[in-house]
């Protein structure tokens, strides 16, 4: 019997949890907490990582991939996904995570770009549908929200861009784990996200935060470390390896659903009627598009891959 699937979904609720506690940091700049969740989960992992090093030796080609890898998963989709979660007074807390279904159309158009794997017909033809229902689960009744100027649309931006930022990594996360182990390419994804969320720190002035962050604040960001962070990262890749991804796409379900119950329980927020029709038609496009993608054992539609 394969624990594959049970490992994807717990990795899927707790990404589904992730918002409480970012939210929770609204007083850090996201790039501070980008830094700081990254730099605990390499310490976490580093013992684990020392031991997979022994074992296993990364090429060139690798390294580089990785670097990538850890610039547009790692700092920039990371940074982007917790600036519009520190933004939901003006998007609710659902419609960033149901956002963030999209991430297979980027993985799939990064893999042609990349590896070479042509999409067919259907791919472009559910992706299409994906996008439009995108857009009316952001927007209620397809009528774009500028009040607050603009703030709305900016928010559902930095949603968006996340998903191109975490999609676009796949490929190339799948590239380097075709030889490798899940804990490696973890931890050697958390050691080069660390130096370069910290050029990104000194780039955006937000130095002086490092020193103002509180216990407090210590604690949730471990907390964020151990559970929807680096664990989460290490559990989902661990069941995606024994696990189709047409079956994965389904248990993958869980991401958005406990955000939108979130939403409901935890903060007394619902949506349009016209939203949750298009996020049923998102769903049910996006896992179309995942029964198309070729991805035997590392790729991945959510999450921080």
Not at 204 to 223: C, D, K, N, R
Request: net charge positive; charged share 10%.
């Amino acid at each position: 019997m394969s624990y594959g699937p049970f490992f994807i979904f717990i990795a899927a609720i707790l990404w589904g949890l992730d918002g409480i506690l970012r939210r929770s940091l609204y007083s850090l700049p996201p790039i501070t907490i980008v830094f700081f969740e990254h730099l605990i989960g390499l310490i976490i992992i580093s013992p684990f990582l020392f031991r997979a090093w022994k074992k296993e030796a990364l090429e060139a080609k690798e390294w580089y991939a990785l670097g990538v890898v850890a610039l547009l998963s790692g700092v920039l989709g990371t940074l982007f996904f917790t600036t519009a979660l520190l933004k939901v007074n003006f998007i609710p807390f659902s419609v960033v995570f149901l956002i963030q279904k999209l991430q297979p159309i980027f993985a799939i158009a990064m893999a042609w770009a990349v590896l070479k794997e042509v999409p067919s017909t259907r791919y472009w033809l559910w992706a299409l549908l994906a996008l439009v229902a995108g857009y009316f689960v952001t927007f209620p009744m397809g009528v774009v929200n500028f009040a607050a100027g603009g703030a709305y649309v900016t928010a559902a931006l930095f949603a968006l861009a996340a998903a191109i930022a975490w999609g676009s990594s796949t490929a190339l996360s799948r590239f380097a784990l075709l030889n490798h182990s899940n804990t490696l390419i973890t931890g050697v994804r958390f050691l080069l996200t660390v130096p370069i969320a910290f050029i990104f720190v000194f780039a955006m002035g937000a130095l002086p935060s490092l020193s103002a962050v509180t216990g407090a604040q210590y604690a949730t960001l471990a907390l964020i470390a151990v559970s929807t962070g680096m664990l989460a990262l290490w559990i989902y890749y661990r069941g995606l390896r024994t696990t189709p991804v047409r079956i994965s796409a389904i248990v993958e379900l869980a991401f958005p659903m406990t955000a939108v119950l979130i939403d409901y329980l935890l903060y007394g927020v619902t949506l349009n009627w016209s939203q949750y029709l298009a996020a049923l038609v998102l769903l049910f496009a996006m896992y179309n598009v995942s029964k198309l993608q070729r991805f035997e054992s590392a790729a991945g539609s959510n999450g921080a891959i």
